[in-house]
C-alpha cells in the first residue's frame, strides 16, 4: 500500500531524471568531451576573434534582443497605461486584441508580417505603387523585421505584466503625491514608473530571453546576418552535433547571466499600499488633449497589428503562382483548403499536431501538477521556492537548445565505443534510440511546457488556505481523498489555464520542431516553413490559417469563467 | 490662518447624488470634522476640498480664494491618507521631504524642515528607514509629518486612524489634537466613528446621504441633537414609541404610563419617537422608592461602568451605572427600580426612523 502511494512520484521522478535533466548533462559533456577527453576546445573555437561567425552571431544576439527589450517596453507600457487608465469607446475590444499575441504561434505572427511588411510584403509595394513623395519603402528586412516580430510578440509581457501592476497599484499614492504639489508628469515619473519597477525588469528579462531564444524570427529576416540560434541550427544541419551542443551552452549560458542581473537588480517595492486598508485605483490626471493622442496611438498600434493577419487571410485564398509583381495575388481559389479533407499528404501534419499538442496537455498536466503538489506539500517555505525556480527553467532555455539536447542524448548508440558503456546503458533504459519517432517530438514539448502548468498551479497552492486541508482531515477524509475533492477543485483553474498554454504552445511549437522532425511526424509548423521555401504562399497561409483557428478552437472549449477565475 | 467653504457643493455618481448642496464654513484654526457612515459623501467632500475629485455644482473657497478649479497640486492643502499613501520606495526622510523638494526650497533648508517636522511626531530617529519596516502608527505619524511640513493652508485627514488598533487609536487621536493646537492649522477631518468626532473637534457637521443634517460643538450635537438621525448615531439608543394628542397637545407613550406635556410635542402631530440616552435611564438604589420595577434582561461589564438592558414591559431599555453600582454582582433577572429623566428626552416623528 505504502508502496503503491510512492509510484507516481517515482514515475514523476523518472521522467524528470530521464528526459530533462539526462539530456541536458548529455550535452555539456558532450560539448566538453573531444576524442573522449575533457577539453574546452570548442569553446575557446566558439569565441576566438579570428573565426568571427559566432563572435558575430553573439554580438547580433545580444544587440537585438536588448533592442527588443526597448522597443516592446514603451509599446506594451503604453498599451497598458491606455487601457488601464483612459476610458474610451472601443477600449474593452483592444484590451481583447492586445493579449493575441501571447496565444499566437511565433511562426505565424511571423510570416504574417513578413508577407504584410517584408521586403516583397503587401504593404511596401502597395506604397511604393502609390508612391509617397517619391520615398521607397523598403519593407521589413534584418534587423528591422527581427525587431518588428519581437516587439510585436513579446510587447504583451510587459503589457501583462504592467497592466497587472496597474491594477494593485495604490491610487492613494498618486493622490498623495499631488497634494504634495507634483503634476501630472512628475507623479508618472517618481512615483508611478518606480512603483512598476519590478514588473517592467520581469517583463524585460522575459523579453530578452525570448529574444535570445528566437529562431523564427531571424530564419525568416536575417538573410546574410548571423545569430545564435540560426548558428546552431546550421551547425546541426552540417552534422557537427557536438559543435551546436557547445553553442547550445553558449546561448544558454547568456540568457541565464540576463536573468541573474536583472534579479539583482529588482528592488522589492512595489506600488502596493504599504498598509492594509481600501486602496484606491490608480489614476492619473492626464491633460485631455493627450488623453485624445494617446488613444488614437493605441488604436494605431492594435490596428497595425491586426493587419498581419488579414493580409495571410487573404493569401490563403491566392492561386499558387499567382502573385509575382503584382501588389495583390491576382487569381483566388478554395485550392489551397481543399486538400485539407481529402489529401492526406495536406492533412497528415494538422493530425500530428493535433494529437501530439493533446497528448502533450496530458502529460505536462500531469507533470506540472505532479511537481507542484509534490514541492507543496513536502518542502513548504523557501526551500520550495528554489526548487521550483530550478524545476521551472526548461521553459527558460531555448527551443534549440532543448532539441539538441535531446539529440545528444536519444541520438543513437554512440558508436565510439562498442563495448556496453554508462550512456548506452541508461539509453536503453530510457527507450533507445528516439529520434525519428514521434516520442522525441513528444518529450521536447513536454519538457518546453511542463512548466506552464508547474508555475500557475504551484502559485494557486501557495495562496490555498492551509487550513482547507486540516479541516478536510479533521472531518475524516484520507489525503487522497483531500486532494481530489478538496485541492483540485481549488486550484483547478490555475491548472486548467496552464494546461491550455501548453496545448497553444505545442500546437505551434517549430522551433525545436524544426530540429527534430521526420517526415511522418512532421507538424504544421515544420509543413508552412516547406511549403514557404518553396514559395507556394497561398499553401502556407493556408496552413497558417488552419493552425490560428485550432488556437481559437482551443481557447474557445475553455469556458470564460474558468480563464475569468484564473 | 485660512479658512475653508464649501458653498452649494453638489457630486453625483451616476444616478446617485454623494455631496448634495452642502454649505459648510470652516473658521481659521478650527478642528471640523465631518461625521457620517459609510457612503454618506463625507470622504467625497473631503476630496472635493483636496481636489482630487471635482464638484458638479457650488464653489470651495480657501480664505478669499475661489480654489473650486485649481488642481490639486496648486491648491497647497495638505492631506492624510486612510491608508497614508506613503511612497513605499522612498525612506521616511524622502517621503516627508518630497512636497518641499518640488517647492524647489533650499537643500539645507529642506533637511532642517524634514528633521523638524519628523521632531514633531518624535519620529527623526528613523528617517533613514524604509516606510514599509514601520509600524502601523509610525507609518500613520511619517504620513502627518509629510502634509504638515509643506505648511498647508489647511490640513485634511480621511479617516486617519481606522487602520490602527483601539489602544493605539485613542493615543494617536490625542496626539493628533495636540499637534493641531500646537500649530493653530485649520483641520477638516473625516470620521464613521462619533466617539473619535466628538472628542477630537471643535465642532462638527453630521452628513447622512450627501446632506448637513447638522452643524454644532461636540457637546450641542450630544444633548441636542437636532433630527433623529443624528440623535441614533450619536448613541440616544432608547427609542419609545408615543402619539400625540391632538388636543392636548400632549405625547402619550405607547409601552409605559406617561404623558409629556405639550412642549416636547412641538408641532409634531401623530405617530413620534421618543429618545433618550442611556445615561438618561437612572437605576435606583435599592431600598429606595422606584418610579418603575424592571428586570435586567442582560449587562455588560466595561470596567467604569456596567451597560444594563432592563425589561419593563414591552420595551426594553437601556440604561449606564458608574460608580459604586458598576462594582456590584450584577446579574440576569435581578429586579431593578429605575427613573428616568424625562426634561432631556427628545421627541421625532416616527416615520422617519
Known amino acids: 500500500m505504502n508502496i503503491l502511494r510512492k509510484v507516481p512520484a517515482f514515475v514523476l521522478l523518472f521522467f524528470l531524471v530521464g528526459y530533462v535533466a539526462y539530456p541536458f548533462a548529455m550535452m555539456i559533456s558532450r560539448s566538453l568531451s573531444v576524442g573522449g577527453s575533457l577539453s574546452f576546445q570548442r569553446y575557446l573555437q566558439l569565441l576566438d576573434p579570428s573565426t568571427q561567425a559566432n563572435l558575430e552571431a553573439v554580438v547580433n544576439s545580444v544587440g537585438v534582443s536588448l533592442l527588443s527589450v526597448f522597443t516592446s517596453a514603451i509599446v506594451g507600457t503604453v498599451l497598458a497605461l491606455v487601457l488601464t487608465q483612459l476610458e474610451f469607446v472601443g477600449r474593452g475590444v483592444l484590451a481583447r486584441l492586445a493579449i493575441l499575441p501571447i496565444g499566437l504561434p511565433p511562426l505565424v505572427g511571423a510570416i504574417a508580417i513578413l508577407l504584410a511588411f517584408g521586403e516583397s510584403g503587401v504593404v511596401p509595394r502597395l506604397a511604393n505603387e502609390i508612391g509617397f513623395w517619391g520615398i521607397r519603402m523598403p519593407g521589413l528586412s534584418g534587423f528591422s523585421g527581427i525587431l518588428v516580430v519581437h516587439t510585436y510578440s513579446f510587447s504583451v509581457y510587459f503589457y501583462l505584466m504592467v497592466a497587472a501592476a496597474l491594477r494593485e497599484f495604490d491610487g492613494a499614492q498618486l493622490e498623495a503625491a499631488s497634494t504634495l504639489g507634483a503634476g501630472p508628469w512628475y507623479v508618472f515619473r517618481r512615483i508611478l514608473i518606480p512603483g512598476l519597477r519590478p514588473s517592467l525588469l520581469g517583463a524585460s528579462t522575459l523579453t530578452f530571453m525570448a529574444s535570445m531564444a528566437s529562431f523564427t524570427a531571424p530564419l525568416l529576416f536575417a538573410g546574410e546576418r548571423r545569430f545564435l540560434t540560426l548558428q546552431i541550427y546550421f551547425t546541426k544541419l552540417n552534422g557537427d552535433l557536438d559543435m551546436a551542443a557547445a553553442q547550445s551552452v553558449l546561448l544558454a549560458a547568456v540568457s541565464v547571466l540576463f536573468f541573474i542581473m536583472a534579479r539583482g537588480m529588482s528592488g522589492e517595492h512595489t506600488g502596493r499600499a504599504a498598509t492594509k486598508g481600501v486602496s484606491r485605483r490608480a489614476q492619473i490626471a492626464l491633460p485631455s488633449s493627450l488623453r485624445r493622442v494617446a488613444v488614437v496611438i493605441s488604436y494605431a498600434l492594435i490596428g497595425i497589428s491586426m493587419l498581419p493577419f488579414l493580409v495571410i487571410l487573404m493569401l490563403s485564398f491566392a492561386k499558387e503562382g499567382s502573385w509575382t509583381w503584382q501588389i495583390l495575388p491576382q487569381e483566388y481559389t478554395l485550392q489551397n483548403y481543399f486538400g485539407f479533407v481529402s489529401d492526406p499528404r495536406v492533412y497528415e501534419p494538422v493530425l500530428n499536431s493535433t494529437w501530439m499538442a493533446l497528448v502533450t496537455m496530458i502529460v505536462a498536466g500531469g507533470v506540472g501538477l505532479g511537481i507542484a503538489w509534490g514541492v507543496h506539500r513536502n518542502r513548504p517555505g523557501k526551500v520550495a521556492g528554489l526548487i521550483e525556480v530550478f524545476l521551472s527553467a526548461p521553459y527558460a532555455f531555448p527551443g534549440t537548445v532543448v532539441a539538441i539536447a535531446l539529440i545528444q542524448a536519444f541520438g543513437g548508440l554512440t558508436l565510439t565505443d562498442s563495448q556496453w558503456s554508462m550512456d548506452n546503458g541508461l539509453l536503453m533504459i530510457l527507450g533507445g534510440t528516439l529520434v525519428g519517432t514521434p516520442w522525441i517530438l513528444l518529450i521536447a514539448y513536454v519538457i518546453r511546457t511542463y512548466p506552464l502548468v508547474l508555475q500557475p498551479a504551484s502559485a494557486a497552492l501557495a495562496v490555498l488556505d492551509p487550513a482547507l486541508p486540516e479541516a478536510a482531515a479533521s472531518l475524516g477524509a484520507s489525503r487522497m481523498r483531500t486532494f481530489w475533492s478538496i485541492i483540485l477543485p481549488a486550484i483547478r483553474p490555475a491548472v486548467l489555464s496552464g494546461v491550455l498554454l501548453a496545448g497553444i504552445m505545442a500546437i505551434g511549437e517549430f522551433v525545436a520542431s524544426v530540429l527534430l522532425y521526420s517526415f511522418d511526424t512532421r507538424p504544421i509548423s515544420v509543413e508552412i516553413f516547406s511549403q514557404l521555401r518553396v514559395f507556394n504562399i497561398g499553401s502556407a497561409a493556408a496552413y497558417s490559417v488552419v493552425l490560428l483557428f485550432l488556437v481559437l478552437g482551443m481557447i474557445a472549449v475553455l469556458p470564460d469563467r474558468e480563464i475569468d477565475r484564473a | 490662518m485660512t479658512g475653508l467653504r464649501f458653498q452649494g457643493i453638489t457630486r453625483q455618481f451616476g444616478a446617485r447624488r454623494a455631496v448634495d448642496g452642502v454649505d459648510l464654513t470652516i473658521q481659521p484654526g478650527e478642528f471640523f470634522s465631518l461625521l457620517g457612515p459609510s457612503g454618506s459623501g463625507k470622504s467625497t467632500l473631503l476630496r472635493i476640498a483636496a481636489g482630487l475629485e471635482h464638484p458638479d455644482a457650488g464653489t470651495v473657497m480657501l480664505g478669499e480664494r475661489d480654489i473650486t478649479a485649481l488642481p490639486p497640486q496648486e491648491r497647497g492643502i495638505g492631506m492624510v491618507f486612510q491608508n497614508y499613501a506613503l511612497f513605499p520606495h522612498m525612506t521616511v526622510a524622502e517621503n516627508v521631504s518630497f512636497g518641499l523638494?518640488?517647492?524647489?526650497?533650499?537643500?539645507?533648508?529642506?533637511?532642517?524642515?524634514?528633521?523638524?517636522?519628523?521632531?514633531?511626531?518624535?519620529?527623526?530617529?528613523?528617517?533613514?528607514?524604509?516606510?514599509?519596516?514601520?509600524?502601523?502608527?509610525?507609518?500613520?505619524?511619517?504620513?502627518?509629518?509629510?502634509?504638515?511640513?509643506?505648511?498647508?493652508?489647511?490640513?485634511?485627514?480621511?479617516?486617519?486612524?481606522?487602520?490602527?488598533?483601539?489602544?493605539?487609536?485613542?493615543?494617536?487621536?490625542?496626539?493628533?489634537?495636540?499637534?493641531?493646537?500646537?500649530?493653530?492649522?485649520?483641520?477638516?477631518?473625516?470620521?464613521?466613528?462619533?466617539?473619535?468626532?466628538?472628542?477630537?473637534?471643535?465642532?462638527?457637521?453630521?452628513?447622512?446621504?450627501?446632506?448637513?443634517?447638522?452643524?454644532?460643538?461636540?457637546?450641542?450635537?450630544?444633548?441636542?441633537?437636532?433630527?433623529?438621525?443624528?440623535?441614533?448615531?450619536?448613541?440616544?439608543?432608547?427609542?419609545?414609541?408615543?402619539?400625540?394628542?391632538?388636543?392636548?397637545?400632549?405625547?402619550?407613550?405607547?409601552?409605559?404610563?406617561?404623558?409629556?406635556?405639550?412642549?416636547?410635542?412641538?408641532?409634531?402631530?401623530?405617530?413620534?419617537?421618543?429618545?433618550?440616552?442611556?445615561?438618561?435611564?437612572?437605576?435606583?438604589?435599592?431600598?429606595?422608592?422606584?418610579?418603575?420595577?424592571?428586570?435586567?434582561?442582560?449587562?455588560?461589564?466595561?470596567?467604569?461602568?456596567?451597560?444594563?438592558?432592563?425589561?419593563?414591559?414591552?420595551?426594553?431599555?437601556?440604561?449606564?451605572?458608574?460608580?459604586?453600582?458598576?462594582?456590584?454582582?450584577?446579574?440576569?433577572?435581578?429586579?431593578?427600580?429605575?427613573?428616568?429623566?424625562?426634561?432631556?428626552?427628545?421627541?421625532?416623528?416616527?416615520?422617519?426612523?
Open chain 2, 101 to 353: 523638494r518640488l517647492r524647489r526650497i533650499p537643500v539645507h533648508e529642506v533637511a532642517a524642515r524634514t528633521d523638524e517636522a519628523l521632531t514633531r511626531v518624535a519620529l527623526v530617529d528613523r528617517k533613514h528607514a524604509n516606510v514599509a519596516s514601520l509600524s502601523g502608527g509610525e507609518q500613520q505619524r511619517v504620513a502627518v509629518a509629510r502634509a504638515l511640513v509643506i505648511e498647508p493652508d489647511v490640513l485634511l485627514f480621511d479617516e486617519p486612524l481606522s487602520n490602527l488598533d483601539v489602544t493605539l487609536r485613542q493615543r494617536t487621536r490625542t496626539e493628533i489634537r495636540a499637534l493641531q493646537k500646537r500649530t493653530g492649522i485649520t483641520t477638516l477631518y473625516v470620521t464613521h466613528d462619533q466617539a473619535e468626532a466628538l472628542s477630537i473637534s471643535d465642532r462638527v457637521a453630521v452628513i447622512h446621504d450627501g446632506m448637513v443634517e447638522q452643524v454644532g460643538t461636540p457637546s450641542e450635537l450630544y444633548y441636542a441633537p437636532a433630527t433623529a438621525f443624528v440623535a441614533s448615531f450619536l448613541g440616544w439608543d432608547n427609542r419609545l414609541e408615543g402619539i400625540v394628542d391632538a388636543g392636548e397637545r400632549t405625547v402619550k407613550l405607547k409601552d409605559l404610563p406617561v404623558v409629556l406635556p405639550g412642549a416636547f410635542a412641538g408641532t409634531l402631530s401623530g405617530a413620534v419617537h421618543v429618545l433618550l440616552l442611556p445615561e438618561m435611564v437612572h437605576v435606583v438604589p435599592e431600598g429606595t422608592e422606584a418610579w418603575l420595577t424592571g428586570s435586567v434582561e442582560s449587562f455588560e461589564f466595561r470596567g467604569a461602568s456596567v451597560v444594563l438592558a432592563i425589561r419593563l414591559g414591552a420595551v426594553v431599555l437601556q440604561a449606564i451605572v458608574t460608580g459604586d453600582a458598576a462594582r456590584l454582582p450584577w446579574s440576569e433577572g435581578q429586579q431593578v427600580g429605575i427613573d428616568i429623566g424625562w426634561k432631556s428626552a427628545k421627541v421625532f416623528p416616527k416615520d422617519i426612523l
